[in-house]
């Protein structure tokens, strides 16, 4: 508790672009956000005053950060297990347990976990050796998705296999670096969705609308809320799909399930995070209760905020670094931006540019989905490049 206020401090692993806008939130709340970043430069770390500069595989770092916090959570998933039990053994409360976050660090222990529970889900193996992943594609076919178990996000840690020629090679380069691996059956894509929840220690659980996720090399680069053409049945099985798995792993914060549809309308689950995500930042501007805001409340156990859309349309499209990096500097284009779409809502994250860098992201909301989304990503074209993509000139 801080002392001044009589308000809460929660502590945050991580010091990115979630860190600096869960602060964001924080103060709204009153709240302290301390954040554990492993340089001063981070997002997080040049706006919070409250920053301890650290490593999250340190268990003294990890100590120091969380010691008078009301709860320590995450902005990363990537703090060993054992770390956050030793610090549960402290009396520290961590939110997701480690047994719980363990489902968004490991992709086997996730499959397997929802297998168990009978959620859809694509086939899949572990694969220990070049000869796995062959009987895999005996059984399934190729082309395979191959995965690391392990450490994978933004498209990195995946690749596609279309024979056994590429796959020997492939698997013993990787196993030879000590990745773990796992197989998924190459699922015939309609579209990418997503759906995020929160879920607090009393059991308590807001569900936000079921996004479609606009996808470029791995990347994120847009988020329509609501999911366009998303039928009420569908919405409706997402949303339960969404919270048995949360009240299944235990999760307490926000959870985020990234899905796939398929041509028939059906559902798989292709990923899991806890903690806030890409897929919900639309919230921000486009929900009654933004997503950061919401983890700050279901960490500390607070009643939870209404997950409603102010509009019928909000288009979330990423600011991605431009190759080359623009001649004219950030803030020029960020004028010029606002001057041309005076509705939009600006988020930047701090980060020097370079090349296919998240520097930040646009959310623009409306009544017409397609005219929202062409503002937006027009909006988010020019704060990259500094070039308006559809030939505008002001001139």
């Known amino acids: 508790m801080e002392e001044r206020t009589g308000l809460p401090v929660v502590a945050m692993v991580g010091g990115g672009q979630l860190a ?20 001063p430069d981070e997002a997080a770390a040049m706006v919070t005053p ?31 297990g054992e770390l956050l039990a030793a610090l549960a053994a402290d009396g520290v409360t961590v939110h997701p347990g480690p047994e719980a976050l363990l489902h968004a660090q490991d992709k086997l222990v996730m499959r397997r976990r929802l297998a168990e529970l009978g959620e859809p889900i694509p086939p899949f193996a572990e694969v220990t050796s070049a000869a796995d992943l062959e009987a895999f594609a005996a059984e399934h076919g190729w082309p395979v998705v191959l995965k690391a178990a392990r450490g994978g996000y933004d498209g990195r840690g995946v690749w596609v296999v279309d024979s056994a020629a590429e796959a020997g090679p492939l698997v013993a380069e990787l196993l030879g670096a000590g990745t773990p691996l796992l197989a998924e059956v190459k699922v015939e894509l309609a579209r990418e969705l ?25 990347i994120n ?15 409706e099985e997402i949303e339960e799909l969404a919270l048995r798995i949360a009240a299944a792993t235990g999760v307490v914060g926000l959870l985020a399930v990234e899905l796939f549809e398929t041509p028939a309308g059906e559902v798989l689950v292709n990923e899991l995070a806890m903690r806030p995500h890409n897929s919900a930042h639309w919230s921000m501007d486009g929900a009654v209760t933004g997503q950061f805001e919401q983890h700050l409340r279901a960490v500390l156990d607070y009643p939870l905020g209404s997950t409603a859309t102010l509009r019928p349309a909000c288009v979330m499209a990423n600011v991605l670094g431009g190759d080359p990096v623009p001649s004219t500097g950030p ?48 909006a988010a074209d020019h704060l990259a490049t500094g070039i ?7 001139h």
């Open 20 to 39: 600096r806008m869960t602060h964001q939130a924080a103060i709204a709340l009153g709240q302290t956000l301390r954040v554990l970043a492993t340089s």
């Open 50 to 80: 409250e920053v301890q500069i650290g490593d999250h595989r340190d268990l003294g770092a990890l100590r120091r950060v969380a010691e008078g916090a009301e709860a320590l959570t995450f902005d990363h998933e990537h703090v060993p």
């Open 194 to 218: 997503a759906v995020v929840l929160a879920r607090s220690p009393f059991g308590q659980a807001a569900v936000y609308p079921a996004v479609e996720t606009v996808q470029q090399d791995g």
């Open 221 to 235: 680069t847009e988020v329509l809320a609501p999911a366009p053409g998303l039928s009420e049945d569908l919405a």
């Open 331 to 378: 803030d020029e284009r960020l004028h010029h931006t606002f001057a041309r779409f005076p509705e939009a809502r600006v988020h930047l994250y701090g980060k020097s540019e370079r090349p296919g860098r998240k520097l930040g992201h646009v959310t623009i909301t409306g009544d017409d989905m397609a005219e929202v989304r062409r503002r937006a990503r027009l």
């Open 388 to 394: 308006w993509t559809d030939g505008w000139s002001a």
